[in-house]
């Protein structure tokens, strides 16, 4: 329940009652809800000796009464703390406030609405870990989330960050230092409120909501923030800018990290503030659905309006998506996830590489494996071992020497791997050897009649790689160049120059365990969407795992997770479809048919029963060469497959 309510509206809480309020959680269908101590305005909603109150709050502790009327219907109160973004803050103490290296202030600029960010070095850190205390001492909730707990790209070149930079030896003209002193600084930070929050209260975890980094500088590594949470929370709200792609791509990673964990979408059309804003019903029962899928919780974002006030019709709007969550979650809570794929990410293996965080090629790989319902989940290296068939390193894996031994262990016990672009070239594992850049942009692939593709050149729009083949290994396309690069100096028709002929130089080379591809393939696919890509990258799939563990006939639009409960395996399908409705947000209206699906799951043990769930549903279904087939009947959107007695291998 967001609660960000400007100094420019009176009559704050007036009309909140703690009745009505408890009502609207108990007819939603609620188990947990947010009771915002301090917003983004820098306003406190309790009657505080720390901060300062909202001016006009007419219900002078709304904080103890969210927690109360949650308690009161047996729903789990969170109390929430507002830390990087501060507008009262910002305006009375500017000099607290984060700097670009010019000395212009991080966050809206000044005269436009929108957050400033405050900086963790400044004297604000002890305000905000007073206030904490107090709330400490002061309510009892079950869980905390502190928000915007971050530094931007630039780091900070506040006073006080100049000042500790130097302390530290850290250059402040540097921005690889900046960026390495901010992170630190946010460590800092959150040790701070976790010993406080320790020492009042040990059973309370604590969560610090900052943007997750999985990037390949060892500063900005998501590994190190993660030592910091006690509890998860994937913010990730599709209709705003983290559009459909970013929960699947989080929740394969982080959801594989030990803590429990929750993700974030919203009631609104749009995304937080959006007042009047209301999400389709597909669209909440798809993204409610798919955190069940991925095993993971569901949390929906709500704001209260400024009065307090109650809006009946979103209690009624979560019910409706709850309901048809609840048996999910009962089913899929706690179920081992199952997959036989691994994108590695190289988060924290380059300490020359960039601090962006720059995941298109992993979610090219993603989109790739979502789309031929291949169960998979995302590495960064620091696991013991990868339990996978197949690796995928995309484009940009740089591999330390863990990592590179790591990789030839995975070979060595029968691992197979695809790689593309500057991922593990040097390693003699790799069917090529020796790299530099392709001269030309776009290049050509150009099939060398080994059964790849079909004899065409295709175009290849991202950056390609000259590297040679090893002996032994099998090239199974080459690069083919054009006339030339569009340039001032010589251009041809609308777009890039025609091919000009095939060179000798490998685009595509295997051995037995490695498939290389010397073209940035996955960044291709995510953003040119070109097809052919894919197709390539799971004809080189069916070469390494002949006999996958998903076998089916679904559109590349259904989405498909497996997870073990006990002996039996769950395949969850899900089929909304996105659509570009708006010209900046994707849509999803009905949940769509799914009609003449046959699955096949390769399993150890043959099952003793499928069933359609939550419905219970027997269906008819077959067992021949270690595959467990079942036709299924009409899916509208979702459907469980739960093969009983075939998950003990
Ligand atoms: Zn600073």
Redesign the pocket.
Known sequence: MDFHTSEHIAGVGSRFDPHEFAGALRRAGADGCLAKARCHHGWCYYPTEIGEPHPHLECPDLVGGIIGAARSVGVSPMLYITVGWDEKTARERPEWR??HPDGTHVGAPDGEPGWRNI????PYADFVEELWRELLGRYDFDRVFFDIVM?GED????????A?MRREGLDPDSRADRRRY?FG?RERFMGRMTAAGAAAKPDVPLYYNNPWHVSAHPEACADRFLRHQQFMCIESLPSGFWGYDHFPFQACYYGHKGLDIYSHTGRFHTAWGDFGGLKNPAALEYECLRHAAYGIKTAVGDQLHPSGAIEPYTAELLAGAFAKLKPWQELLLGAEPVYEVGILVGTGTDPDAPFETDNVPETGAMRMLLERQTPFRLFDGFEADWPVRLMILPDHVHLDDERKAKVRRFIASGGKVIASGVSGVGLEEWPVEGIEPYPFQPAYLHPAGEGLLWDYHFALYQRSWRVKARPGARVLAVLAEPYFNRTAEHFCSHRHAPVRGDTAAPAVCVNDSVAYVANDVFRGYRRNGYAVYKRLVHELMDRLLPDPLVRTNCPTTAELTLRRRDDSLLICLLHYCPQRRGQDIDIVEDAQALAGVSLGLRVEGRPQAVTLEPEGVELEWEWSDGYARVQLPLVRGSAVVMLHGAGSG
Not at 119 to 122: A, D, G, H, P, S
Not at 155 to 162: R, V
């Open positions: 984060q700097r900086c963790l070095n400044t530094y780091g900070c070149s506040c006073e006080w960050c100049l500790g901010a600084s």
